[in-house]
């Protein structure tokens, strides 16, 4: 392992637990093993509520048309729900408008919201890490978007109607953005994407599908901050998604980022 890695698993706190499993962590590349891991209380681990799904309505048909500019706009004027009454401003999402690769969380938290930038607090700084863990980097064939572009008040879950109302937005980005692999970050984030109430620890280890996208699920930076033992499992997930990307790649006939 060159020292750049070691530097950045010891950021991430997974030095220790790397050492002992290289092995199976590398030969677990492209399945990783599924784990039960007990379910943890806070932001990214809440159970997604049930998301009522109406027929595509004229919203919903509206929101599907928009190019960036339109799409953008729309977020940040939208008060479909009540959620843009309590939170300064719309998180849109940041990053390559043409990645490969497609990162979903939840929901802004406090400094997303002063910021205006999807994951810059603290879970932010881990996300990064584990980016750069492998040889990724915000922004660059990488895009960040949360399921939710209004902050909760408190922090708190996002409600159903809240979600129902949001998720024509980020299936537009998707649309948009046409990545390769989505990699869905949390228990909120995997359950509404992949409609399921399967815990994470079921549905890790191999390659969902998002409206057609490949999708690989792991867990919420936020909720890693608190637990060593699962950070050694993002880390599998993160190798199991990066030799899907080069998979997919290699299927497509190119090594190389698809635009
Ligand atoms: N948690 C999320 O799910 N998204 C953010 O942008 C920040 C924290």
Redesign the pocket.
Known sequence: MSSRRELLLEEMGLTPIWRLRTRQAESTTTAAQVQNVPAAAG??DGAAPAVPRPAIDARDANIARMGWGELRASVAACTACGLRKTCTQT?FGIGDEKADWLLV?????A??DARG?????Q??RLLDAMLAGIDLKRGEDVY?A??LKCRPPGNRNPEAPEVAKCAPYLRRQVELIRPRLILA??R??CQTLLDTESSIASLRGRAHSYQGVPLVVTY???YLLRSLQDKAKAWEDLCYARSTMADLRAQSGSGAPAH
């Open positions: 932001r990214g998180v969380g939840e929901a802004p938290g400094e997303e930038e999807p994951f810059v607090g879970a932010g960040i949360n399921v970050m949390g909120f984030a919420h930076p936020a």
